[in-house]
T-cell receptor, first 114, second 111 residues
């Protein structure tokens, strides 16, 4: 079983609040990712990181930001939550070996903005 | 826009039969192909990955890849009710990092 953890699992928050979704992995993986998934829809890559101090935007434009100060930690922040941010957010990590992009997922954070 | 297409289903298969799941992708630069299983309300878990043309078998699962046709499939032999889930096809982003996912096929194994 992959050692990647997300907190909180569920979050209901009011519009305009600042929130940070936490993601930590203990596998020493260099690469980490954030995906967004609406019910019944595909996962969309919103952010990824090659390693410490590296962050990149994914295919889907997102108002969220990420940081990678430590290898094991890849938090996602929304400065001002809106109802349109309601979704499931999935964090993943993978080894950096070339050709190996197998990703292990955390349990996800289901965010509801009211 | 790089795309991964799957039939959303539901695909209903009797217990013990072979379930066949299909996926096509648009980016010819993609080299790595993955099948994930996702139970309702849970996160995706990796079932199989394949990099080379042909078949790759792992227990009851066989992944098939045809890069010329840009086609990936997953066969599940001796289907069990516990195989009922959504199966996500994922493809690497052709040199960029991360994966592009299809919407998934909802598989139902009928006891």
């Amino acid at each position: 079983e992959a050692d990647i953890y997300q907190t909180p699992r569920y979050l209901v928050i009011g519009t305009g609040k600042k929130i940070t979704l936490e993601c930590s992995q203990t596998m020493g993986h260099d690469k980490m990712y954030w995906y967004q998934q609406d019910p019944g829809m595909e996962l969309h890559l919103i952010h990824y990181s090659y390693g410490v101090n590296s962050t990149e935007k994914g295919d889907l434009s997102s108002e969220s930001t990420v940081s990678r100060i430590r290898t094991e930690h890849f938090p996602l922040t929304l400065e001002s939550a809106r109802p349109s941010h309601t979704s499931q957010y999935l964090c993943a990590s993978s080894e950096s070996a070339e050709g190996d992009t197998e990703a292990f997922f955390g349990q996800g954070t289901r965010l509801t903005v009211v | 826009q790089k795309e991964v297409e799957q039939n959303s289903g539901p695909l209903s298969v009797p217990e013990g039969a072979i379930a066949s799941l299909n996926c096509t992708y648009s980016d010819r630069g993609s080299q790595s192909f993955f099948w994930y299983r996702q139970y309702s309300g849970k996160s995706p878990e990796l079932i199989m990955f394949i990099y080379s043309n042909g078949d790759k078998e792992d227990g009851r699962f066989t992944a098939q890849l045809n890069k010329a046709s840009q086609y990936v499939s997953l066969l599940i032999r001796d289907s069990q009710p516990s195989d009922s889930a959504t199966y996500l096809c994922a493809v690497d982003r052709g040199g960029a990092d991360g994966l592009t996912f299809g919407k998934g096929t909802h598989l139902i194994i009928q006891p």
